[in-house]
């Protein structure tokens, strides 16, 4: 099975780049984030014309995740147990979206972005990751064999080597320790980073904003990453950055991470 993952930056901006990057790579199972639309504005007609199935979560032009599946999608599930809440009035956003695919419990994950380190926003993210945290302990806890994937936009550049200059981040989100620790407990909880053990590779970037020309001069980061549990994680034989998709018309400042799974 090959499952991907994609922060896609406005699904209906991008709908011929998604349908083409299925068609090219015969992807399986695709988890995308900031989709900005509601549930019955997703163009999900392209992709079952595919022979995806669709599942998603939307408010607006905010946030947003999917996943599109041909293996199945069972037990959709919106929101990861214990998720919290922001705005005023508090409510849930569409940041977590869950559902079994070919054996496989994927979570399609747009972690919040934090602002600044003063902001409230930065606080709730790293609430936000803590619950996270909990909940993915709670999957293993209950069945130590699950097939559990947490993929998507962390919004955390876990190593210095995943930016492009440390000086330039100094005081910023992203690379203060609280995130990092932040993502560290999930490995902590017993999950693998497998595009890291299958991609170590310094300054290989996921992300390239689209001011100063960021792209040509290869100054990104590496914030969209892929933690399973032990059982899935066994089953990854390798994992690939599909950079040629900054490149062209349009295109979204992220691109996908693709795991190969066996069996």
């Known amino acids: 099975m090959r499952l991907a993952t994609w922060n896609i930056n406005s699904i209906r901006a991008r709908t011929d780049r998604a349908l083409a990057f299925l068609e090219r790579t015969g992807v ?10 509601k549930d019955d504005q997703f ?12 599942a998603t979560t939307g408010f607006s032009q905010w946030n947003g995740v ?28 569409a940041r977590a979206l869950g559902a079994t695919c070919g054996g496989v419990r994927v979570w399609s994950l747009y972690v919040p972005n934090g602002r600044e380190l003063e ?25 130590a ?37 932040a993502f560290t407990a999930i ?23 689209y001011q100063q020309l960021r792209f040509p001069r ?13 059982a899935l994680a066994a089953r990854v034989t390798g994992a690939t950055i599909e950079r040629n998709e900054r490149k062209g018309k349009a295109p979204s400042d992220h691109v996908p991470v693709v795991l190969e799974i066996a069996g």
């Open 218 to 230: 290869n100054e990104g980061m590496r914030i969209d990453l892929t933690y399973a549990t032990p």
């Open 187 to 209: 490995a902590d909880a017993g999950y693998t980073e497998v595009s890291r053990v299958h991609l170590p590779a310094e300054h290989t970037y996921t992300y390239w904003d």
């Open 43 to 54: 163009p999900r007609e392209g992709f079952e014309a595919l022979g995806y199935e669709v």
């Open 119 to 143: 902001d409230p926003h930065y606080a709730y993210k790293l609430d936000w990751l803590g619950r996270l945290r909990d909940a993915a302990q709670g999957w293993l806890a209950d069945d």
């Open 145 to 181: 064999d699950a097939q559990v994937a947490l993929v998507g936009d962390w919004n955390i550049a876990p190593l210095d080597t995943d930016v492009w200059d440390m000086a330039w981040f100094a005081g910023r989100t992203h690379v203060s320790p609280a995130e990092r620790e």
């Open 28 to 37: 399986d199972v695709l988890a995308l984030q900031e989709t900005k639309c």
């Open 66 to 93: 999917a996943i599109v599946s041909k293996v199945g999608i069972e037990d959709v599930e919106v929101g990861f147990p214990g998720m919290p809440t922001w705005g005023d009035p508090a409510a849930a956003e």
